[in-house]
């Protein structure tokens, strides 16, 4: 086993990577001239053939990571049998990676074809029968397409799993299982996920061959890249606090724990006077796709989700990430706030904390080493406006002996 990390790693340019001419003509179309270190570290060992498992969070440039090797190794094209094959968590983020590997494929001429559900299954179905290079999909309705045999993975050549660790918290690891057990013949394997133990360590021990790894990205390097605000509010008054800070910023992904929550927000914000739109697992695939569209257009700069409705989105130019409800794990919390300060630039996260919630949050903090004041405020408090300038108070904390000292006094 190899390995490397972002400390290792010297600033590239892509030709020097081994990319063929034509991608890195695409790249240069998107303004793209230097790579991400996780395209650095991973792209010469996957267009050798290895094993790759990369270790990053979501924003880091894994697609391009994993899409240039996929398309470099392109062969010839048999119906209904591609030689690509990738695996994510959510439909929004199958339709995300597709329209960047339509973009990688379109200097060879290979086709992309996204596999998902919630649409229609004809529809994907007459789209494999047109010819299909490489797939995006989600593992059940991959299933699907396979059991009805519209779709075989005879030929698959490379295989990526995208966001593992999320397949993983969302019970999909059985199918993933099950899809690669179908691929029989000898392949590549490319795994990308924020962490790298438990059941995704296990997944890469029973599928992947002497994997090289890459590291890029902790936990911590993502809070570093934050600017973080804990904010005592009224339940009441939630609304009218999230209005007072989206009306001075950009777009807003406000995080709720229910669908039904959800709703009520979204609802709640739009009395405010905001553009907000829901979206949650409830919600029909197209309505959510429009929903997003809207956001991603700044048509609708805030969007209320729900965690499991947000996984895995690749959403450019959040500026800021509110908490509305406090997440229960400090794992969660830093999954919903990397919305937010992707690729290394800064991103405000706040945290909405009623009386009630103070312990818990506290934990939170701990645990995410996040340790600031928990600051009381109102939504006419004028620092709303700017919450990123303001500066909280120190953090002190007492143990609970010097507590009792301080009130005996």
Excluded: W
């Amino acid at each position: 086993m190899t390995s490397s990390t972002e400390d290792t790693v010297r600033t590239e340019r892509f030709e020097s990577l081994g990319i063929a001419p034509e991608l890195i003509a695409t790249l240069a179309d998107r303004g793209i001239t230097e790579p991400f270190p996780i395209q650095t570290m991973a792209i010469p060992d996957a267009l050798t053939g290895r094993d790759v498992c990369g270790k990053a969070q979501t924003g880091s440039g894994k697609t391009i990571a994993f899409g240039i090797p996929m398309v470099m190794h392109r062969t010839e094209t048999r119906p209904h049998l591609p030689f690509g094959l990738i695996l994510v968590p959510t439909r929004e983020l199958c339709l995300q990676v597709s329209k960047e590997m339509e973009m990688l494929a379109e200097p060879f001429g290979l086709r992309v074809v996204a596999v998902y559900g919630g649409v229609s299954l004809k529809h994907q179905v007459d789209e494999v029968k047109r010819g299909v290079d490489i797939v995006v999909a989600t593992p059940g309705r991959l299933i699907d397409l396979g059991d009805r045999g519209a779709l075989s993975l005879e030929a698959v050549e490379i295989v990526v799993l995208d966001e593992a660790d999320q397949m993983a918290d969302m019970g999909f690891l059985p199918q993933v299982d099950h899809v690669l057990r179908q691929i029989e013949v000898e392949h590549q394997t490319m795994l990308f996920s924020a962490t790298l133990d438990g059941a995704v360590d296990r997944l890469v021990k029973r599928h992947m061959a002497d994997p090289v790894y890459h590291e890029v990205e902790t936990a911590q390097v993502t809070v570093d890249t934050m600017e973080h605000r804990f904010l005592e509010v009224h339940h009441m008054d939630k609304p009218k606090v999230v209005a007072a800070i989206a009306n001075s910023t950009g777009r807003v992904l406000v995080f709720v724990r229910t669908k039904r929550g959800c709703d009520r927000v979204a609802e709640q914000l739009r009395k405010e006077g905001l553009a907000a739109r829901a979206i949650h697992g409830d919600l029909p695939q197209q309505r959510r796709e429009r929903v997003l569209s809207t956001f991603v257009s700044g048509t609708s700069p805030v969007l209320v989700a729900t965690n499991v409705a947000a996984r895995g989105l690749h959403i450019e130019g959040v500026d800021v990430v509110i908490h509305y409800d406090p997440p229960q794990d400090s794992k969660t919390y830093l999954h919903r706030s990397g919305r937010t300060a992707r690729a290394g630039d800064i991103g405000l996260v706040v945290t909405l904390v009623e009386y009630n919630q103070i312990v818990e949050v506290r934990t939170l903090q701990k645990e995410a080493e996040v340790l600031q004041p928990i600051v009381k405020m109102f939504s006419n408090d004028p620092r709303l406006r700017d919450l990123m300038a303001f500066e909280p108070p120190e953090f002190v904390a007492f143990e609970p002996s010097q507590r009792r000292r301080r009130r005996r006094r």
